[in-house]
C-alpha cells in the first residue's frame, strides 16, 4: 500500500513541477511519508483561487479536500483570539488534497493531472 502510495505521489509531484503556481509537498531529505493524502499548495503565481480550483476540478468529476484546517479559525472556537498565525491561515487558504489512494488508477490519475493543467490555463 505504501509503495503504490509513494509511486502515486512522485508521480503527481514531477506533473506538479511543470505546472505554475501549484507547489507539490516538501519531503525533507532522510524522512518518508505515508501519503495519507496528498497536499498542494496554490501561490499567488496560479490564475485560480483554491475554493475555485476545488470547485472547477469537481466540476470536472474529481473529488478534493481543502487541506488544512486551523482550530483557531473554526466556528467552535471563534473569538478565542486573536491569533497571528499568517503561515497556518495561508496555508488554510491555498491547500488542497488531490485523490490519492493505493489503487488509484494511472489513468485517473493523469485525468487529474490534466484538469490541473487546463486549469492552470485559466485566464
Known amino acids: 500500500i505504501l509503495a503504490s502510495r509513494n509511486a502515486l505521489a512522485d508521480r503527481y509531484g514531477e506533473a506538479l513541477r511543470e505546472i505554475p503556481g501549484l507547489v507539490p509537498p516538501h519531503v525533507p ?7 495519507q493524502s496528498y497536499p498542494v499548495r496554490g501561490t499567488a503565481e496560479f490564475p485560480i483561487s483554491r475554493d475555485a480550483l476545488m470547485q472547477a476540478m469537481l466540476e470536472r468529476g474529481v473529488s478534493s479536500r481543502r487541506g488544512i484546517m486551523n482550530a483557531h479559525q473554526e466556528g467552535a472556537y471563534a473569538g478565542s483570539g486573536p491569533f497571528d498565525l499568517p503561515q497556518s491561515e495561508s496555508a488554510r487558504d491555498g491547500v488542497i488534497l488531490l485523490p490519492l489512494y ?10 487529474v493531472i490534466d ?9
Do not use: K, M
Open 29 to 35: 531529505e532522510g524522512t518518508r511519508t505515508n501519503y
Open 115 to 123: 484538469c490541473l493543467r487546463e486549469l492552470s490555463a485559466t485566464n
Open 102 to 111: 493505493d489503487s488509484l488508477p494511472v489513468d485517473d490519475q493523469d485525468y
